[in-house]
Nanobody, 129 residues
Framework: QVQLVNSGGGLVQAGGSLRLSCAAS????????MGWFRQAPGKEREFVAA????????YYADSVKGRFTIARDNAKNTVYLQMNSLKPEDTAAYYC??????????????????????WGQGTQVTVSS
């Protein structure tokens, strides 16, 4: 069993920054991939970013590329999402998720929710204009 705990959300003005954390426990994660998704009110959940625990080639949705950075700290079993230049349209509940079955290059699958095995509880990010 894997547990994921999200934290770091909050209220920020447009142009500001936040860093989300996703602490994982219950398994070793050397071959896993971690993803971040978000869901705004009335909208479907959408992919944000993903990274392999052992790799250095993260993948981003076009909407956040250049503003968000996903990073991992293997020693702490934690993945971070640094969000800069935040916009009101970034307002959403943010969820991390883990994939335990390496599926090749992230670009080929990481945007599909069904490929993830465990999810965090989510953390709310609100960006005011």
């Amino acid at each position: 069993q894997v547990q994921l705990v999200n934290s770091g959300g909050g209220l920020v003005q447009a142009g500001g920054s936040l860093r989300l954390s996703c602490a994982a426990s219950g398994r070793t994660f050397s071959n896993y991939a971690m993803g971040w998704f978000r869901q705004a009110p009335g909208k479907e959940r959408e992919f944000v970013a993903a990274i392999y625990w052992s790799g250095n080639s993260p993948y981003y949705a076009d909407s956040v590329k250049g503003r968000f950075t996903i990073a991992r700290d293997n020693a702490k079993n934690t993945v971070y999402l640094q969000m800069n230049s935040l916009k009101p349209e970034d307002t959403a509940a943010y969820y991390c998720a883990v994939n335990q079955r390496p599926l090749g290059p992230l670009s080929s699958w990481c945007g599909r929710e069904i490929e993830y095995d465990y999810w965090g509880q989510g953390t709310q990010v609100t960006v005011s204009s």
